[in-house]
């Protein structure tokens, strides 16, 4: 009789056939997510090469992707750490971790001695794309490695960088920041592999130590080379540090990667349906199967999928009625408003106000009466005087003058406020809470979804008295959405179109945007068009907003009056998902759409200008000649680089000459008076402090502020762990 | 530890929490546990045990079960956290799990249970624990140095309340605003609460924690003499009218220090701050929130902390914060002020008379 074991993955089908104990064929592919006929293409190769006979032999299924296709064939369904379990047991008695690492998840299984036998502890994680097989490649193939030049990269003397071990989509992000800053690629994958053994053994060992012997199973152990290095450097780490007992042997044999590391769950199914636990496992023959993958995933589909976004033309047209009602699809990308136009009543000043984000710069001007009179943007391009002259060009050219006063918010405010000579530098949350009351008095959230994130804003007596911003995770962004609608060559302007027509979408799952990216492929092949996958999309992204990014589960705590804004809120097939899921919550919700939804940022800082120009002082603007003018030098070099941690961030310095500014005498790259620092290229906030000299500066100027305004919890750190004497 | 005859000089403690201290000493001691504040313990059993210029010669890390409080009326108990009660046995398995650490580097690990609530009960329960490791120590010798640790810890409280005090007359005397900050005593702790009220503090607001609060009875009887002539409550220590499960020491002064927040008016707005998943706090959040934001002080939260200062999330919060402080500070304390129909015993010169009603309840 022949037992055949079949290891139905995330990304690879693995397959053994074993009979009198021989492996008498095997194979692995990848499946591109063609799971069923992947399986139907090697039961057909084993039937013909080795006589796999239907009513005869046994057959057991195990791995993530095997459970619809199991019953077709008649086999038996093995849980995939019991199965790598089982062969871990039979070939390696000795061994006393393993690690196997899939393309979308990760296990452990620590092996102890117990009474007779051996007791199993096991850890596995699939819900995030940290740590796993992945995460290497989709950096990899954004670096555009070679899948065979990759597997020989090497980890052993390479500087290591730092890459977030914990999101995919962000190691990606921290790859790209570091390939600018002209690190090579080899530095960047030993960084991931060490990222990954950083992941396995920060979270998913829980506390317990891996000791010899080691067995390292899986694709991604196999294949990279660098990440078996990473392992064997951190293990032998590890058990110096903590004097675990090695046994006399060659290192480099306690951990091991064996040739058939991929065959694991398979061996190990095998091995349970040759102990008599095979009951059930019959194989049955690929009829089921044939048929599955003809008919039987089309209806399949039909009973997956859900109800579209709108699910008849009546409620359409309701939705457009109130949504849209002059009859525009606005959508992400399109240009910005031009404003209301007009011009501010003679004798009258303008009001400006910018918003410096990360990727884009906005520019509104409001007249004194709050119509607003011009919108414009610049994309950054890295260096924020250049795009601050750019804008104030751009508002000089409309026709504006006399300006009252200047407000700026967003990440470049404290950059340039005073180089443009701003009156007020307002943090971003208070300016889109500006923007919204003004419209809408009683709000009581903001959602404001923008290209690279996500903010939520909760009012509480006409404050904003809480806030989530999306940092650990990319999920629910616009820029997947952007990314889909590019790949499917929708423009962003016929998105809404597109997701509307679709009758019903098939159900991606929340979560992580690495595995969105696959499940997109996997419900693509079971025959959803770009349309209905576009929809799906929209449908999916209030709950990775919410839930997974924002964690508000309960959404009727916050309020019932949602202002949504941001970018992606010119879609309206997001609005539309966003109105069904805050009503399915909130079922008296009153849901909005900011009138100027991408400026929103920009017209709270232009309200808040308007404050300071009310209030009678006169403003500190520059004007649009000097700043046209604006004289600066830039320095990148060894003495800008960053030293704050080990991402050494090569930043520029960008020195304008601004008059009656206190200039660097005491900095490495020294900065007359007369001349005000700007500091870009630093990825995180840390950097925008020059060096330990600036920060000292910072310190005492802190240091001066605390003992003005004293902290009671200082009192007591001080007092609490002071030696006293007793008293008694 | 002085009463026993314990040198001072004999006796360290681990240092503030911090990242590094977890990475270097605690990394792999793992605990299945979501509370930051009981798995950074691992940092800090690792720094006593192997990152001192001496040896110890023992860990003492005890299990408080309950904690004094100045609170009285209705208050039914005043436990510890459960879990960060039971948090030095939690982490000691850490260290033994696979060897036994203490044993190798010759430390003896003390973690005895203590009623801090129950002085006597106290001083049974740490002479049991310390006889073993202190040879020859009588019951009296403990119960007398167990005398002496609650003086030191009354003259402690007294001396931060009285600096707190004078804080709150330095805002009444300029009309001047401050903050308060609401969280548990570990978050005074820099590498827990991640020093975020020290960024507010560089802003110009003198920073209150509630636990140290002044309970002068001139001032409780500013604050709370109409409830107690009116009868919603026995004594200004009183949470019955917020707060009926009681039994929570930590949560219980949260609670009364939220009203006091509320009623004072140079107290213009409130922080809380909560560590991730927090089971003690999550059900206090509505009722510590109303309480502030119906007498119209600002009220924000800083839930889920974790190991890690979320440094560009807190800067925009605390940008938040000091952007609205500074518009509403004037108004809110001007709004509270007309509330308060006695004169202020922090600017007259009022006696500090007795309470009016007795605390000896407590």
């Not at chain 1, 080379?225 to 951190?234: C, F, I, P, T």
């Not at chain 1, 700043?627 to 600066?632: A, F, P, V």
Request: with cysteine; charged share 20%.
């Amino acid at each position: 009789m022949k037992v055949v074991g079949m290891d139905v993955g995330s990304t690879t089908v693995k397959a053994i056939l074993v009979e009198d104990g021989l492996i008498r064929w095997q194979d692995y592919q990848r499946h591109n997510t063609r799971q069923a006929e992947t399986v139907l293409a090697f039961l057909l190769r084993m039937e013909a090469e080795s006589g796999l006979a239907p009513g005869a032999d046994l057959i057991l299924f195990t791995g993530s992707g095997s459970g619809f296709i199991h019953p077709l064939v008649g086999g038996k369904f093995v849980q995939e750490v019991v199965a790598v379990a089982a062969a871990v047991e039979k070939f390696h008695p000795e061994v006393s971790f393993v690690s196997e690492i899939g393309g979308e998840d990760m296990k452990t299984i620590f092996f102890a001695p117990s009474g007779a036998g051996r007791s199993k502890q096991v850890y596995m994680q699939s819900a995030c794309s940290g740590g796993t097989g992945t995460f290497i490649e989709k950096t990899a193939r954004k670096l555009q490695i070679a899948p065979d030049a990759l597997a020989e990269m090497t980890y052993q003397g390479r500087t290591l960088h730092k890459i977030s071990s914990k999101c995919g989509i962000f190691a990606e992000a921290d790859a790209n920041t570091l390939v600018k800053g002209g690190v090579p690629v080899e530095e960047i994958i030993a960084s991931l592999f060490e990222a990954v053994v950083h992941q396995n053994l920060a979270t998913l060992t829980k506390g317990n130590t891996p000791s010899p012997e080691v067995l390292l199973l899986g694709g991604p152990n196999l294949f990279f080379k660098g990440l078996q290095e990473a392992w064997r450097y951190h293990l032998e780490r590890i058990w110096a540090e903590r004097r675990v007992s090695v046994p006399d042997k060659d290192p480099g044999s306690l951990v091991r990667v064996p040739a058939d590391a991929l065959y694991y769950a398979s061996i190990g199914c095998v091995e349970i349906g040759g102990t008599g636990a095979g009951t059930g496992a019959l194989y049955q023959g690929t009829d089921k199967l044939r048929w599955w993958i003809g008919e039987g995933q089309h209806a399949q589909k039909a009973k997956e999928g859900t109800s579209g976004l709108v699910s008849n033309d009546g409620e359409l047209a309701r939705f457009l009625e109130r949504y849209a009602p002059d009859g525009r699809r606005r959508t992400p990308g399109a240009k910005p408003e031009q404003g209301e136009g007009g011009s501010v009543p003679t004798g009258q000043p303008a009001l400006i106000g910018c918003d410096f984000g990360s990727t884009t710069a906005k520019a509104v001007v409001l007249a004194p009466d709050k119509r607003l009179l011009f919108s414009g943007y610049a994309s950054s391009k890295g260096n924020p005087i250049e795009d601050a002259r750019d804008l104030f060009r751009q508002i000089h050219r409309a026709g504006f003058r006399n300006i009252g006063a200047v407000a700026l918010t967003g990440y470049g405010k404290d950059l340039l406020k005073d180089i443009v000579g701003a009156d007020v530098g307002i943090v971003e949350t208070v300016a889109h809470a500006r923007a919204a009351l003004h419209v809408f008095p009683d709000a009581d959230v903001i959602c404001d979804v923008g290209g690279c994130d996500v903010k939520v804003m909760i009012l509480r007596q006409g404050t904003v008295a809480d806030f989530r911003l999306n940092s650990q995770c990319s999920s629910g962004n616009g820029a997947f959405l952007q990314g889909v609608a590019e790949r499917y060559g929708v423009p962003l302007e016929s998105y809404a179109e597109h997701a509307f027509a679709a009758k019903s979408v098939p159900a991606l799952a929340m979560g992580c945007g690495v595995f969105l990216q696959s499940d997109i492929v996997n419900q693509q092949r079971k025959g959803w068009s770009a349309d209905e996958i576009m929809a799906s999309l929209a449908a999916v992204l209030p709950l990775n907003v919410w839930v997974y990014a924002c964690q508000l589960q309960n959404l009727r705590a916050v309020g019932r009056k949602f202002v949504l804004q941001g970018g992606t809120h010119l879609n309206l097939a997001v609005v539309k998902a966003q109105v069904d899921f805050i009503t399915g919550k909130v079922p008296d919700a009153e849901i909005v759409i900011h009138p100027y939804s991408g400026e929103a940022g920009a017209i709270g800082a232009a309200l808040c200008a308007l404050d300071a120009w009310q209030a009678g002082a006169p403003s500190r603007f520059r004007g649009f000649e000097a700043i046209e003018r604006l004289n600066y030098k830039t320095t990148t070099d060894d003495r800008t680089t960053c030293h704050w941690c080990s991402c050494n961030c090569k930043r520029t310095f960008i020195d304008v000459e601004v008059p009656h500014s206190a200039g660097r005498p005491w900095s490495r790259v020294p900065a007359q008076a007369g001349w005000a620092r700007v500091i870009t290229g630093n990825s995180c906030p840390k950097g925008l402090v020059e060096d330990a000299g600036e920060m000292r500066l910072v310190k005492a100027r802190m240091e001066e502020a605390k003992r003005e305004y004293p902290n009671v919890g200082d009192m007591v750190r001080a007092q609490a762990f002071r030696r006293v004497k007793a008293t008694v | 530890m002085t009463a026993l005859g314990i040198d001072p000089r004999h006796v360290v403690f681990s240092g503030d929490t911090t990242e590094e201290q977890g990475r270097q000493w605690g990394r792999g001691r793992g605990v299945v546990d979501c509370c930051y504040p009981v798995k950074c313990m691992s940092g800090h059993y690792g720094e006593l045990i192997f990152g001192q210029k001496r040896k110890i010669d023992i860990l003492l890390s005890p299990m408080i079960r309950s904690l004094p409080s100045v609170l009285n009326g209705h208050v039914a108990k005043s436990l510890a956290c459960p879990r960060v009660m039971a948090a030095p046995e939690n982490i000691k398995a850490g260290f033994m799990k696979e060897r036994d650490v203490f044993a190798e580097a010759g430390i003896r690990h003390v973690a005895p249970l203590v009623s801090l609530a129950e002085p006597p009960l106290a001083a049974k329960e740490l002479h049991l624990a310390l006889r073993d490791v202190l040879p020859g120590l009588r019951p009296a010798e403990t119960r007398k140095a167990v005398e002496a640790g609650f003086a030191a810890l009354a003259d402690f409280g007294d001396s931060i309340r009285a600096r707190s005090r004078e804080v709150l007359a330095w805002c009444a005397r300029g009309e001047r605003p401050c903050i308060l900050v609401l969280a548990r005593p570990y978050h005074m702790d820099p590498g827990i609460g991640h020093e975020i009220e020290v960024d507010l503090q560089a802003y110009g607001y003198p920073i209150l924690w509630g636990q140290y609060l002044p309970i002068d009875p001139d001032l409780m009887n500013w604050l709370f003499g109409d409830d107690i002539t009116s009868e919603v409550l026995r004594s200004p220590l009183d949470i019955r009218d917020v707060w009926p499960s009681s039994y929570s020491g930590n949560t219980n002064e949260i609670l009364w220090a939220a009203k006091v927040g509320a009623r004072l008016p140079w107290v213009t707005c409130v922080i809380r701050l909560t560590s991730y998943e927090c089971g003690m706090d999550q059900p206090t959040f509505t009722p510590v929130q109303q309480i502030v934001e119906r007498s119209g002080t600002l009220f924000f939260s800083f839930q889920d902390l974790d190991a890690t200062k979320p440094a560009g999330s807190v800067k925009i919060r605390v940008e938040t914060i000091a952007y609205y402080l500074e518009r509403a500070s004037a108004d809110i304390i001007r709004t509270k002020k007309e509330r308060m129909t006695a004169p202020c015993p922090l600017v007259e010169a009022a006696s500090r008379g007795k309470l009016q009603s007795s605390a000896s309840e407590a």
